[in-house]
């Protein structure tokens, strides 16, 4: 059977993880709705409200042009190998259900849908907390706390390698836990995870002392020495509570890496961490220290605890200035306008991609890919920005007029053009 649709309030609901199991249990994986391509227009709508309601509260907005896009860009990049195969975490759960299961939870059960909402959830916050903890998976992870600015926008930064570790994690839940009710949860743990990125929430009274929320997550993304491998609850923070790595918000939260990337480009923020991985496994002596560059903490050096030594991290002073390099202001529009068509053309990428040959997916990915990477350097006002930008432009009108680049809207065609 197709998905089933939702409404736009179950949909609304389900980025609260508040669709309870009567409305969110399915017998079969392919009549789950995709929950989190649904939300996109929630996101657009919450990411407005946000603006508005900072823009009351503080009288300046939540972010800025550069760093919005950056995080869209990197939202869209993790999400394109999706568009050419199925999600790994499902592909290998699905398997092992089928092969190796031991016994079946009935798939209509509250229970069932109660305890996989904990199982993911714990299993979340096992994986999340390697992440940080073991080098090689944190290089994937950083990506998602690169940005130095902590709004809606941050919430869509991920990472491209996440997913082909993750994974794993999950896989003893196969062996009893149906695919269908995993699916749901899957999703719905992601979701909720949007909306704890924002600083205009400031307090949720008893809430905090169960779920995961805006002042815990800050912490999570802070680089002051107290929030460092802090708060890595999903949904809940009682897996932080119970592991003793909870930490609530008291001083100024600044945002961002301890050591910052300093660029808007996405594939540098992809990679520029497994480049220092690399340079840093050569340069250290003796085989069982190469391994501990993989699979110890980012800051462990030989003869360092394993997590490396908290004195080492850098102090905040207060006077912390992001990376934000001056750019005229009709750059700033140039980007915007050009991201906008960008968003369209990889929207209308997600809803045909059923109808086009892997040659056009890979062609117009490409073209994505080429088009993220340019906004990036143009952001940096980077000298060669330029002449990339102009390749692009012509790259643009070359494909759309052989017709392997479409727009949702057919009468913007000509304007596109132009």
């Known amino acids: 059977g197709s998905p089933r649709a939702t409404a736009p309030g179950q949909q609304l609901r389900a980025l609260f993880y508040a669709l309870p199991p009567g409305e969110s249990s399915f017998r079969t994986v392919e009549e789950v709705p995709d929950y989190v391509e649904k939300s996109i227009p929630f996101f657009v709508a919450f990411i407005g409200l946000e603006f508005a309601v900072s823009w009351v509260q503080k009288r300046k907005l939540p972010g800025r042009i550069n760093d919005g896009i950056s995080s869209l860009s990197l939202g869209i990049l993790s ?25 079946e939870l009935p798939w209509d059960s509250p229970w069932t849908w109660y305890l996989t909402l904990l199982g993911v959830d714990f299993v979340y916050y096992f994986f999340h907390r390697i992440s940080h903890e073991v080098n090689i ?32 994690f999950n896989l003893p839940m196969a062996l009893f836990i149906p695919p269908s009710v995993f699916a749901v949860h899957l999703q719905f743990n992601l979701l909720y995870q949007f909306w704890i990125h924002t600083e205009v929430i400031t307090n949720l009274g008893p809430l905090e002392w169960i779920l995961n929320t805006p002042s815990h997550h800050r912490v999570h993304h802070g680089r002051n020495p107290y929030c460092i491998d802090k708060n890595y609850g999903g949904t809940l923070i009682i897996w932080d509570r119970i592991f003793g790595t909870f930490e609530a918000e008291d001083a100024k939260v600044v945002y961002g890496l301890t050591h910052p990337v300093n660029s808007f480009d996405p594939i540098m923020l992809q990679l520029h ?18 391994l501990s560059v993989l699979f110890k903490g980012p800051g462990w050096g030989p003869g360092k605890p394993r997590l490396g030594l908290p004195e080492e ?23 915007v306008v050009h991201f906008a068509v960008i968003v369209d053309l990889y929207t209308e990428l997600l809803g045909t991609v ?19 990477t340019s906004f990036g350097l143009l952001m940096e006002n980077r000298s060669k920005a330029g002449i990339l930008e102009i390749i692009r432009c012509f790259a643009f009108v070359g494909v759309y ?18």
């Open 79 to 103: 999400r394109l190998p999706d568009v050419l195969f199925r999600s790994v975490d499902l592909i290998s759960y699905i398997y092992v259900w089928n092969n190796y299961r031991l016994f």
């Open 354 to 372: 059923t109808m086009l040959s892997q040659g056009t997916i890979l062609l117009r990915i490409c073209f994505i890919i080429l088009s993220l």
């Open 273 to 290: 961490p497994l480049a220092h991985i690399w340079k840093t496994f050569w340069a250290t002596p003796g085989f069982s220290n190469k």
């Open 313 to 335: 991290i850098p102090v905040i002073t207060g006077k912390e200035v992001p990376f934000n390099p001056r750019v005229p202001a009709f750059l700033n529009c140039y980007a």
């Open 137 to 168: 998976l944190w290089a994937a992870h950083q990506v998602h706390h690169s940005s130095e600015d902590y709004n809606l926008f941050t919430a869509l930064r991920q990472s491209l390698l996440q997913k082909y570790t993750s994974w794993i």
């Open 401 to 418: 007029k052989l017709g392997y680049l479409r727009s949702q809207f057919s009468s913007l065609g000509y304007a596109y053009e132009v």
